[in-house]
């Protein structure tokens, strides 16, 4: 028969559904194991990047369902957002029609993958089953003071004509959607309070040793922890006060200006109170147009412009002139900074622009205090208190917190710590998303929707277009409400959630999502979380992962949860490369799944994905390699064909060590069990598939050449052919189902159980000593196993057998392997 897998494919996943295989339910007395990998948006088709996710995480459920564990594999869709927004715009269709159609269609695919999932349990945000509780756990994150809402400068998109999350501003200042540059603009947003939970959030990286390092070093970088001085000083010929924070507070003396960011609360003051208002008005007016990554740029050009003011140093009295300067956030510490030129190399580029006196107050321990009329650069490092006072000769290292405390002590600042993460911004001008259950009354204010009336549905009778991109706005219809407290006319909420808000939770309803009385029963995450493996992109890495940290620290403080981290362990799988490039549509490198699946089978993309490459480095995309993929794959289907007599005829029931004399018989035996032993580790702990793969693929040569002639030996090859089919199903289930069930099983492979290891077949029978002179090999001789590399050397080398082939030659080297093989290079 030919190896026809579109047939073999269909069957098994049919038989996959009809029988319930991949169900699962909490307890019992297997351990348990969640497997997720994160869900995708539907945008319309799988790409090669979902089919390297999907893979890492089916190989891994399917090889913990056989390791006896009761495994969670669940699949979902990531919903709302703004392609789907996009798509109706341009092809004239409602989001909702567009969205619930393409979830169709990547379920069907991913059923023709033959993932393992638990469709049951799947879940879509869109629908207001899910959204329901999305906005319920915004009421509760309300009325525990961690929804707000205020106005502030807010990145903003032209093109999504939406505000952006600091974490969605990327590749210098570009929306992290469209490309778009993005601008900032005053407006009032809802926030979530993130920052309650930045020192937690920083501490408990160090609890999660199964997550690349990588991905902890980017989030210790955004979260961002500084501990310093909160300081005012005094604005001269005014009642205000300017706040600043600084971490150098043993560079106090060496103030030379201050800077505010260009939309700072005071700039205003001094614009209306200054005769050149107008020209401050406009150089805040060019700032303020300008990305922060443009603004804080390691390089870039430091622009500012003097106010004509000056403010009071709280140390000294000293009267020091106050600029704005582009380089200063308002987002980030206070928004003001005291300049100390000599000491922090952009301060002191912008002192050298506009004459600003530099003057050194930390001067080398081993050299003279530095000339701030002649310094190239800012001396940056730890040296020795100078022109600091009391605090002059003291190490700079000891003169820091001691100068904290005088400070703290003379009631001139505080010491504080504080974070460069900023609470999370969820409101999006968009249609397409939760509504946010808030109703504007002129009595009562803010109203919360009461949770008995949700969920606060979209209404699907509205159309996207381009000059109405959030028809909520304009509908008076779903906009007029009444206040739930008092009954008077009043205003719902108009914008939207950010769709991170729906990612944040997913996990926990695949856990329990069978109630409609909670989002989740905690008897059920009690059981399941927190997720033992998460699969996904490194992208995510200060957006979604920072988001869904947060949640779940949250609700545990409300309650909800026990855990305080959602994810255990963490793979962040790299790039699907061709061409040298990213996979993109918009690089016209894009090899569409459908096609591969068509023409080789699902097993045969699954095959080459999981061995192209490890799954932490990007994968080179290759016509060759798929090809390679499906010839090995009709190798094993050819191996079990072409003895299914022998194999149909021999007993399953695995042959003994000592039952075995013959050496090539203990040899395919050790190979056996070598194998199951080496691929367990590969998939259970080094987490390297490929390597699993290739002793999958020496295994199968090895029985390729194996010749049985007797009853016994029948029963050896029997027995490598079955253990070459438990431990490659998790890659080509398929496949494995079907020759499983013609060497008569009836049994379903997926649950079958993980072969265990005859420790007795890895005891190794002797060493071979091989003798290499010029480059040929000339003998081999045995020794016994069992000694030490240094004793198998020094035995080797005292044989009167070695010593006699070594007479009138010189050893090059020797290369000992303990109980495998001494090789020794000698020169004639």
Known sequence: MAYDFARIEEKWQTFWEREGVFHVEAGGDRPKFYCLEMFPYPSGALHMGHLRNYS???????FLMMRGFNVLHPMGFDAFGLPAENAAIKYGVHPNDWTLSNIDHMTEQLKQMGCSYDWRRSVATCRPDYYRWTQWLFLQLYKAGLAYRRQAPVNWCDSCATVLANEQVVDGGHCWRCGTAVKKKSLTQWFLKITDYAQELLDDLDDLPGWPERVRIMQRHWIGRSEGVRLSFGLDGGDETIETFTTRIDTIYGVTFVALAAEHPLVQKLIDRSPDGRAMADFVASVTQKSEIERTAVGGEKEGLFTGFYAVSPVDGRRVPIYIANYILMDYGTGAIMGVPAHDERDFDFARKYGIPVIAVIRPADGPVPDGETMAVAFTEDGVQCNSGVFDGLPSAEALPRMALWFEERGWGKREINFRLRDWLLSRQRYWGAPIPIVYCDDCGMVPVPEEELPLQLPLDLLVSETTRNPLTTSDDWRKTTCPRCGRPALRETDTMDTFICSSWYFLRFASPFTDEAPFLKADTDYWMAVDQYIGGIEHACLHLIYARFF???????????????????????????????????????????????????????????????????LDWSEQGVEGAHRFLRRVWRLVEDNLDRLLSAVSDPVAMGDLVCAERRSLKRKIHETIQSVTRDIDVERQFNTALARLMELTNALTAFRATDDVDGRLFREGVEVLLLCLSPVAPHLCEELWQMVGHETCLARESWPGVDSSALVVDGVTVVFQENGKLRERLQFPAGLSKEELEKRVLSDERVRARLE???????????????????RG
């Open 56 to 62: 890492i995480g089916d190989l891994m459920a399917r």
């Open 552 to 618: 779940t620290k949250a609700l545990a403080d409300l309650g909800y949860l026990t855990v305080r981290e959602p994810f255990s362990n963490l793979l962040t799988q790299g790039m699907v490369i061709k061409d040298g490039a990213k996979m993109s549509k918009s690089l016209g490198n894009v090899v569409d799944p459908n096609e591969i699946i068509k023409k080789y089978g699902a097993d045969t993309a699954r095959l080459f994905i999981l061995f192209a490459s490890p799954p932490e480095k990007d």
């Open 808 to 826: 009138g030659r010189s050893v090059v080297k020797v290369i000992a392997v303990p109980d495998r093989l001494v090789n020794v290079v000698v």
